[in-house]
């Protein structure tokens, strides 16, 4: 009976100590394989190199017509004659339209013929003057005669003088109110005359970039609604107050174009020139990340992950203007850089 107890537990002495050896091997085992394997983050990297960088003000203006004018009459009278049409050319000083004035043409024929008369009488009278045969009183009352006829002249020659609308420089005739035959009230507008050839951007510039525009400075046009091609001109002017109602002042550029898209009142991107730098790095907007301290990206380095300090330029579309915290030639990560952390082992795929 008692051998019987000893070899029992012998045996479960053995089993244990058996399942026990076992379980330590598989522990054992499992640690050394969980050391020996490395977790890597598969990014992908593009090699970056820098670049002379413009920097621009983006604005949004409205084209202006340098020279515009709506031409109206003094004179209430019909249309009699309509030399240059809608879409036409007018060269400064050519009839544009002209108005029925045989009244006052009669009245001017008038005029001119009682001042030759005067004027013949005044010749006259100074004549015999000088030769004591009249009296002072009659000369001058002759002079007198004859300067309110040539008053009279003139005022009937500048009313006849405005039943022709002029063109006042090189214009095209943009819109015309009035058919032949029509009558027009004095004061009313007849036709809206446009240079265009010359034309200006209007903006109003936020008053964070006061002192950062003068006159003089470059600028890039966009039509973005009818073209894509840039349009390039100066900035002639630059308003000293501040708008209230949008905290803004007015800025004017000039531009010289004979692009068939340009026309009055189009709204335009405006990119005021604000500087011009060397060895600046243009990297896509979406591998920047914001961080209290500023922004940062990742490069890799001998297939470490590195994260760098960066100061942020400007902004245009979908990319930033880097001017400081990259070198030429870091390989920047571009893909895979969301959830890395500084120090950490990578693995490029591309």
Same mark, same amino acid.
């Given at each position: 009976?008692?051998?019987?107890?000893?070899?029992?537990?012998?045996?479960?002495?053995?089993?244990?100590?058996?399942?026990?050896?076992?379980?330590?091997?598989?522990?054992?085992?499992?640690?050394?394989?969980?050391?020996?394997?490395?977790?890597?983050?598969?990014?992908?990297?593009?090699?970056?190199?820098?670049?002379?960088?413009?920097?621009?003000?983006?604005?949004?203006?409205?084209?202006?017509?340098?020279?515009?004018?709506?031409?109206?009459?003094?004179?209430?009278?019909?249309?009699?004659? &309509?030399?240059?049409?809608?879409?036409? =050319?007018?060269?400064?000083?050519?009839?544009?339209?002209?108005?029925?004035?045989?009244?006052?043409?009669?009245?001017?024929?008038?005029?001119?013929?009682?001042?030759?008369?005067?004027?013949?009488?005044?010749?006259?009278?100074?004549?015999?003057?000088?030769?004591?045969?009249?009296?002072? %009183?009659?000369?001058?009352?002759?002079?007198?005669?004859?300067?309110?006829?040539?008053?009279?002249?003139?005022?009937?020659?500048?009313?006849?003088?405005?039943?022709?609308?002029?063109?006042?420089?090189?214009? &095209?005739?943009?819109?015309?109110? !009035?058919?032949?035959?029509? =009558?027009?009230?004095?004061?009313?507008?007849?036709?809206?005359?446009?240079?265009?050839?010359?034309?200006?951007?209007?903006?109003?510039?936020?008053?964070? !970039?006061?002192?950062?525009?003068?006159?003089?400075?470059?600028?890039?046009?966009?039509?973005?609604?009818?073209?894509?091609?840039?349009? =390039?001109?100066?900035?002639?002017?630059?308003?000293?107050?501040?708008?209230?109602?949008?905290?803004? %002042?007015?800025?004017?550029?000039?531009?010289?174009?004979?692009?068939?898209?340009?026309?009055?009142?189009?709204?335009?991107?405006? =990119?005021?020139?604000?500087?011009?730098?060397?060895?600046?790095?243009?990297?896509?907007?979406?591998?920047?990340?914001?961080?209290?301290?500023?922004? &940062?990206?990742?490069?890799?380095?001998?297939?470490?992950?590195?994260?760098?300090?960066?100061?942020?330029?400007?902004?245009?579309?979908?990319?930033?203007?880097?001017?400081?915290?990259?070198?030429?030639?870091?390989?920047?990560?571009?893909?895979?850089?969301?959830?890395?952390?500084?120090?950490?082992?990578?693995?490029?795929?591309?």
């Amino acid at each position: 009976m008692k051998e019987s107890i000893k070899i029992c537990l012998s045996v479960i002495a053995l089993i244990a100590f058996g399942v026990f050896a076992q379980s330590c091997s598989e522990t054992e085992g499992s640690e050394t394989e969980e050391v020996s394997k490395e977790i890597l983050v598969s990014v992908e990297i593009s090699r970056i190199t820098s670049r002379e960088y413009i920097d621009y003000i983006p604005l949004i203006g409205t084209i202006k017509a340098v020279q515009r004018t709506t031409l109206s009459t003094a004179e209430g009278a019909e249309i009699e004659k &309509i030399v240059k049409d809608k879409g036409q =050319f007018a060269v400064e000083g050519d009839t544009v339209i002209v108005l029925k004035n045989d009244l006052l043409k009669a009245a001017l024929d008038a005029a001119a013929a009682q001042y030759k008369l005067d004027q013949v009488t005044f010749e006259k009278q100074g004549q015999i003057y000088k030769d004591n045969v009249n009296s002072e %009183f009659q000369y001058l009352q002759s002079k007198y005669r004859r300067d309110q006829s040539l008053a009279n002249y003139n005022m009937a020659k500048a009313r006849y003088d405005r039943t022709f609308l002029i063109a006042p420089f090189n214009c &095209i005739v943009d819109r015309r109110y !009035y058919d032949v035959g029509e =009558f027009v009230l004095p004061g009313s507008p007849v036709v809206d005359l446009v240079n265009n050839k010359n034309y200006k951007v209007e903006v109003g510039v936020p008053e964070k !970039y006061s002192g950062q525009i003068s006159i003089g400075d470059n600028a890039k046009i966009i039509l973005k609604s009818v073209t894509a091609d840039e349009i =390039f001109g100066k900035v002639v002017y630059v308003g000293t107050s501040i708008t209230p109602d949008n905290r803004t %002042f007015p800025v004017e550029i000039s531009i010289s174009s004979d692009s068939k898209y340009i026309r009055p009142e189009l709204a335009a991107e405006v =990119f005021i020139e604000n500087g011009i730098y060397n060895d600046v790095f243009i990297i896509p907007d979406e591998v920047v990340t914001r961080i209290d301290e500023g922004y &940062i990206i990742f490069v890799e380095d001998s297939g470490i992950a590195k994260s760098r300090l960066i100061e942020v330029l400007n902004r245009s579309g979908e990319n930033i203007a880097v001017r400081k915290g990259l070198n030429n030639n870091d390989n920047l990560i571009v893909v895979g850089y969301q959830n890395l952390i500084d120090g950490q082992k990578i693995s490029v795929v591309n």
